[in-house]
């Protein structure tokens, strides 16, 4: 289990829904503000503060955990589908670092497309304000 990786993803979610900790901490009722202080640090916590913070960070339920294993979260959605979110800065990041010369070259300029653009370190869509 990669606890440092939870703390990455975990992080840059609240901050892409613009959330204190205080605030994640309260939505998700997990009971203090040092629990998602230690999420955020990298350092393991109860299995069952890891649904709290899914709810915390409108991660669909088991996302923490799927994070935990190598795998990604997915946002909570309603019954409709929505259009396909760009990849956070933590997920570019990793993909980017797994891949070698050209393959590397040909994601980074993916992601240089017009839908892509970055405001303050993030990346967005192009159609958000």
């Known amino acids: 289990m990669d606890w440092e990786r939870l703390g990455r993803f975990a ?7 613009a959330r204190t900790q205080g605030e994640v901490a309260q939505l998700g009722g997990l009971g203090s503000l ?22 915390g960070l409108d991660w669909r339920p088991g996302s923490a955990a799927r994070v935990l294993a ?3 979260p997915e946002d909570a959605v309603d019954s409709q589908p929505s259009a396909p979110r760009p990849p ?11 891949l070698r010369g050209d393959e590397a070259a040909d994601a980074l300029a993916q992601l240089a497309e ?3 653009w970055i405001e303050y370190g993030r990346f967005v869509a ?4």
């Open 88 to 98: 956070t800065r933590v997920e570019a990041a990793e993909h980017v670092r797994r």
């Open 34 to 55: 040092g629990t998602i202080r230690r999420i955020e640090s990298g350092k393991s916590v109860k299995e069952l503060s890891l649904a709290k913070l899914d709810h």
């Open 114 to 116: 017009p839908w892509f």
């Open 126 to 129: 192009d159609d958000q304000p």
């Open 70 to 72: 190598g795998g990604y």
């Open 11 to 17: 992080k840059d979610r609240r901050l892409e829904l």
